[in-house]
């Protein structure tokens, strides 16, 4: 078993365990739905479909298009800011990983992670700082890497590159997939903690606004109720 199934396997079990929940609601998923979503993709991950033979390019089922159907599901969902806040962070992140292969030659066994792996963190750190929402970090770490390969696939079809293009081609530990999870946990734990920091410190700045007023009455009163 691939570690991108057995990672999959954990998620799923976090699900049925109750630990996603937030994350769920936000993503409008049940845990039934998730569960199913996981059994699919994993399926999904050993089916891949020709698209042309020249140049060679597929799409995995599991690796592609259920993910990208989750995330169309989701933006579909979204409210218009959300919206136009997402479709930026989708450019932003596709345009970073361009980037990075234009300045960097990157070869299986000449980087210290996978060119795929660092690919997907890369895409999933641009998606979660581009990102104001669980839903938007998923939606651009995956649709971030999906405008990617189809920028690789213009460039072999009609810009003279030699090549292939295995869309999804690692199933369930595709970088579109990896992008999409490191996104959303990134949004979840950094995220939160961020949030529950400035939650703590606004609600101190309110209970020292809320002694401070209430001194001011004190002083003013306090002569008369001790009386």
């Known amino acids: 078993m691939s570690f991108g199934i057995l990672l999959l396997v ?6 049925y365990l109750g630990f996603a929940q937030r994350v ?3 993503m409008y998923l049940t845990d039934k739905q998730a569960l199913l979503f996981i059994g699919l993709l994993i399926a999904g991950s050993y089916i891949d479909i020709p698209i042309t033979n020249n140049p060679p390019i597929t799409i995995n089922v599991g690796g592609a ?13 979204a409210d218009y800011r959300e919206v136009i806040r997402a479709l930026i962070s989708i450019v932003v992140t596709g345009g970073v990983i361009y980037a990075l292969t234009q300045i960097y030659q990157f070869e299986e066994g000449h980087t210290l992670l996978d060119p795929s792996y660092l690919f997907g963190v890369v895409a999933g750190i641009t998606a979660y700082l581009t990102s104001r929402s669980r839903r938007s970090a998923f939606i651009s770490g995956t649709l971030g890497f999906l405008l990617y390969d189809l920028i690789h696939v213009w460039q072999i079809t009609f810009g003279g ?4 293009a295995d869309i999804g081609g690692a199933g369930a530990l595709d970088t579109i997939i990896l992008a999409g999870l490191i996104a959303i946990v990134l949004t979840e734990i950094v995220g939160e903690s961020r949030e529950r920091l ?10 020292s606004r809320k002694d ?8 003013l009163n306090g002569g008369e109720d001790d009386e």
Request: hydrophobic share 45%; proline share 2%.
């Open 65 to 77: 298009i259920l993910p990208i159907v989750l995330a169309i599901y989701i933006l579909a969902k």
């Open 161 to 164: 590159v030699t090549g292939r």
């Open 10 to 15: 954990a998620v799923g079990i976090l699900v």
């Open 24 to 26: 769920l609601d936000r």
């Open 212 to 219: 401070s007023d209430n001194m001011e009455i004190g002083d």
């Open 198 to 207: 400035e939650t703590e410190v606004t609600g101190n700045n309110k209970e």
